[in-house]
């Protein structure tokens, strides 16, 4: 299966396990539920099962559970009215918005946790090679699952070859993008099969990271944790990312991290790269997503879960029911507040395209 598909698919399903959570939730206190949907309209494909219809949007950039009564001022036939969403306590609404984000918390944890268990984090730089740059001086020469030997003669580590690979320089006095070197690289290679061959290969300049390389990126090895200390690691890892995301509004104001934030279509390219160079880091990424989902679904504007909680919560205190103008002022604040964030991401998420800036070389 093709690596768009798949990573669409890793996609939808959290996004369908996070409804899910508000669909079992309202189910479960009683709720009438009008709609699962699947991304956002216009629909491509509905059904109506009992009371509930299931439908697929055209628009993937999320999905919905409609549950009758979520606006006060809706108009309800009599016999639904005791099932709206504004007529239950409010402890039964709080459970049910909650319950989506408490879904992805959990999935994400979990994938932690499997992720160290099984996979295990990079634990060193392999000497073998996982990825030869297309267009690169080593492109057609060396293969990946080759081991580099030596380089001018040189026997060391992975970090010592590739800094004798740097110290052929480019003759120019201000090297330019793909400024060849004076000289040519010696190489030792042994490939997969035990045999070795001696290449020359001239390195050339690498204006992003200021390096003169050959075109190639080494493996990494990976050491499996053994489950006690991955749940510990897992917890602490997913709390440290949970601390990160809070943190994101306050990354706008800092241009080096604002350059960093990913939106949905950097967080889907990242992981169909992986899926093509690096199929167990897929298990972390998804992980992270996960994470991320549910603290950022927790912000305390409408109409994100956090928003409904939050004013679930305020009418609690209040003993009294919030106005509709106030939350809807309210949420048309959130709303501006979110919005530049979402606009930065898809802004770098394109300029990473446009550049190739998701490669993991």
Request: net charge neutral; aromatic share 8%.
């Amino acid at each position: 299966m093709v690596p768009w598909v798949l990573a669409f698919i890793g996609f939808a399903s959290l996004v369908v396990l996070h409804e899910a959570g508000h669909f079992a939730a309202a189910k479960a206190v009683g709720m009438r539920v009008e709609r699962f949907a699947l991304f956002f309209p216009p629909l491509i494909f509905r059904k109506q099962i009992g009371e509930t219809e299931y439908a697929i949007g055209a628009v993937p950039l999320g999905g919905y559970v409609r549950i009758s009564g979520m606006s006060p001022a809706e108009d309800l036939p009599e016999d639904v009215r005791d099932r709206a969403y504004h007529a239950q306590p409010v402890w039964k609404r709080i459970v049910v918005i909650a319950a989506g984000p408490l879904v992805n918390l959990v999935i994400g944890v979990v994938l932690l946790i499997a992720f160290l268990w099984l996979i295990g984090p990079p634990t060193a730089i392999s000497d073998r090679v996982d990825e030869v740059v297309p267009g690169s001086p080593a492109a057609g020469v060396i293969e990946p699952g080759d081991r580099l030997v030596s380089v001018d003669g040189v026997r060391w580590s992975p970090q010592t070859l590739s800094a004798v690979i740097d110290g052929h320089r480019c003759p120019l006095a201000v090297p330019l993008q793909n400024c060849r070197a004076a000289e040519p690289a010696e190489l030792v290679i042994e490939r997969a099969d035990g045999s070795r061959k001696e290449i020359e290969l001239t390195p050339t300049y690498d204006a992003v990271t200021e390096r003169n390389r050959v075109g190639f990126r080494y493996g990494l090895d990976r050491e499996p944790i053994a489950f006690g200390p991955a749940v510990i690691r897992g917890l602490d890892a997913s709390v440290r990312l949970a601390r990160l995301t809070v943190e994101l509004p306050a990354r706008l104001f800092d241009p080096v991290q604002r350059a960093q934030i990913t939106g949905v279509v950097g967080s889907y390219e990242t992981t169909r790269q992986a899926i093509i160079k690096a199929p167990g880091d897929v298990v972390f990424i998804l992980a992270v997503i996960s994470l991320s989902l549910a603290i950022i679904n927790l912000f305390p504007f409408l109409p994100l879960d956090g928003g409904h909680i939050f004013w679930a919560i305020v009418e609690k205190i209040r003993h009294k029911p919030v106005p509709l103008a106030t939350m809807e002022r309210a949420g048309v604040i959130g709303i501006m507040l979110l919005i530049p964030l979402f606009m930065i991401g898809f802004y770098n998420d394109v300029g990473r395209l446009m550049g190739e800036g998701f490669s993991l070389r």
